[in-house]
Nanobody, 125 residues
C-alpha cells in the first residue's frame, strides 16, 4: 500500500532555502513528484522524477528547485533554493504509474494515483 507523508515545510525569507521530504512507502517503481497549490490558484506540477532517475521541472522553478530520491530510504526530496514570495503554497507529494513521468498530462495532476496531505511553505519578509 502506498503512503506519502510530507515534511520540511516552514516559513523563510525571500532568497532562502528549504528542503521538503516525502516518506514514500511502496513506491519503488513509481513516477514521483511534487505539486503545489497557492491560495486561490489551481494546483500545479512542480517537479517529477522517474524510476530511472530522469527529472523534469516546471519552468517557474527550473534552476532553483532540485528533485531527488533515496530509493533505499523510500524518500523523495525537493531542495528549494532562491525562494520567492510566489513560491508560497501547500506542497504535495504525488505518485503515479511508471509512464506518468513521460506524459504532459502529469503536470495537471492526471496520472497521479496517490497524494500526500501536504506541507505548507511560506515565503515572506
Amino acid at each position: 500500500q502506498v503512503q506519502l507523508v510530507e515534511s520540511g515545510g516552514g516559513s523563510v525569507q525571500p532568497g532562502g532555502s528549504l528542503r521538503l521530504s516525502c516518506a514514500a512507502s511502496g513506491t519503488s517503481d513509481y513516477c514521483m513528484g511534487w505539486f503545489r497549490q497557492a491560495p486561490g490558484k489551481e494546483r500545479e506540477g512542480v517537479a517529477r522524477i522517474a524510476s530511472t532517475g530522469f527529472t523534469s521541472y516546471a519552468d517557474s522553478v527550473k534552476g532553483r528547485f532540485t528533485i531527488s530520491k533515496d530509493n533505499a530510504k523510500y524518500t523523495l526530496y525537493l531542495q528549494m533554493n532562491s525562494l520567492k514570495p510566489e513560491d508560497t503554497a501547500m506542497y504535495y507529494c504525488a505518485a503515479g504509474g511508471v509512464y506518468a513521468c513521460y506524459t504532459g498530462s502529469w503536470w495537471s495532476g492526471n496520472g497521479v494515483s496517490y497524494w500526500g496531505k501536504g506541507t505548507l511553505v511560506t515565503i515572506s519578509s
